[in-house]
């Protein structure tokens, strides 16, 4: 299988705790390469934006606040058959309900503030790093391919 890439948010209760070393040290160990990061803050609008595939959600409104509440860090990962790995690495939406091991179930406080997100398809893990990294900035992953 070759090697994809996926789009990976520390989200700003992490963040503010102080996990961010502790989450990227999990993310290197389970064989994901960083080709991208980035420390950033999310405008209210680009945070609807990021969102927008859950705008008809009862808790979009919400979801977009706790996102645009302090700093985040944006990833692009690189590993064989990275969304669906990554997926497993950080367990279910709910940390009351992610596996033993999983980033969400060590560094997840509630369904909202759950430590990290990640893209849960090829097509979104496009969108989602293209909103956080201008192509140009991925043009060398691209291109050693
Ligand atoms: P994330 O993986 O970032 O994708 C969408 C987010 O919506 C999800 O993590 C949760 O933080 C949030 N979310 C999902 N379901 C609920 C819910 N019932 N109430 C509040 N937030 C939710």
């Avoid at 948010?9 to 994901?32: C, H, L, N, S």
């Avoid at 595939?53 to 808790?59: A, L, Y």
């Amino acid at each position: 299988m070759t090697h994809s890439l996926t789009f990976a948010m520390i989200k700003p209760d992490a963040v503010a705790a102080k996990y961010t070393g502790p989450i990227i040290d999990m993310i290197e160990q389970a064989g994901f390469d960083i080709r991208a990061l980035k420390l950033t803050t999310l405008a209210i609008n680009d945070a609807s934006l990021f969102y927008r595939v859950h705008k008809d959600r009862p808790f979009y409104t919400s979801m977009c606040r706790s996102i645009a509440r302090g700093p985040i860090v944006a990833m692009v990962l690189e590993k064989e058959n990275a969304v669906v790995d990554f997926r497993k690495l950080i367990g279910a939406t709910d940390p009351a309900e992610a596996e033993v091991g999983t980033i969400r179930a060590r560094f997840g406080k509630s369904i909202e503030a759950n430590a990290i997100h990640g893209s849960d398809a090829h097509e979104t893990a496009t969108a989602e790093m293209g909103h956080f990294f201008p192509y140009l900035e991925l043009t060398s992953f691209l291109l050693r391919k």
